[in-house]
């Protein structure tokens, strides 16, 4: 089943919430792609998620995240394994595009509901505004850059 859009997904954030609906967009452009038109709308695909995710992590660097903090590493880990899928699609091998598709419609509502939604959290609770850039209350910054999702280190989770 095709994901949509809906209010539930809504982080109340308009700059971040347009990311995440233009990439539901582009995934179902994916989806309902031919064999022949596949490899341009994931690579497609690919540079929307591109600078989906780093206009998200500029946001946390801005606001006192580190560069490596997990939010922004599973950005980077996405968006290898797109890039590898889009390698296997080009030698033919069309069936793993088609599944890391059907894995982003099960990613990315966890995504969002978790990593952005506290991203969102954090960017209101220090006045950020998306579109200029504008810290309203630098008061609430953090004093040391967050480096993890949660107060422990992510690596303490592994397990």
């Given amino acids: ?68 903090n997990c939010h922004s590493s599973q950005h980077a880990i996405v968006l290898k394994i797109m890039r590898e899928g889009a390698e296997k699609c080009a030698k033919g091998d069309l069936a793993i595009v088609r599944q890391m598709a059907y894995e982003l419609t099960v990613w990315l509502p966890h995504h969002v509901s978790a990593m952005d939604a506290g991203l969102a959290l954090h960017l209101k609770s220090v006045g950020f505004d998306p579109e200029t850039g504008r810290i309203d209350n630098p008061e609430a910054l953090p004093t040391s850059t967050v480096t993890s999702c949660r107060v422990e280190p992510c690596e303490d989770h592994a397990a």
């Fill in 1 to 68: 089943m095709p994901l949509v859009w809906s209010e539930a997904l809504s982080l109340e954030m308009p700059a971040m919430d347009r990311l995440h609906e233009d990439m539901i967009d582009q995934l179902a452009l994916v989806e309902t792609a031919s064999d022949e038109q596949l490899l341009e709308a994931w690579q497609a695909m690919i540079e929307h998620t591109a600078i989906h995710f780093a206009e998200e992590d500029q946001w946390m660097q801005a606001t006192g995240f580190a560069p490596d």
